[in-house]
């Protein structure tokens, strides 16, 4: 489930932060989401829809790894090419 996003064409592939939040909390065990395709390290540089939002990437980010450390997600991710990345969550 990727959100598209109207008012920055160049975040299309990221999903928002109340989408993930919403997703954690009516979803169940194995459930499966994609929140975030291209490359997470410096999104400036992906192939697909580079952004110069950063702080939005970050906080999808840090809010998603908070999911993990409190064990709620299994986090995995597909290389697709170079910079190019598949970043999935994975429901405990």
Do not use: C
């Amino acid at each position: 489930m990727l959100l598209r996003d109207s008012t920055d064409a160049s975040v299309k592939d990221m999903m928002s932060l109340k989408a993930y939040q919403t997703w954690i909390n009516k979803s169940r065990k194995n459930d499966k989401i994609t929140y975030y395709r291209g490359y997470l390290v410096e999104p400036s540089i992906q192939p697909i829809a580079p952004t110069q939002d950063i702080k939005r990437v970050e906080k999808l980010q840090r809010a998603v790894f908070d999911t993990y450390l409190t064990n709620l997600v299994t986090l995995v991710q597909k290389r697709h090419g170079r910079f190019d990345y598949e970043y999935i969550a994975v429901k405990k």
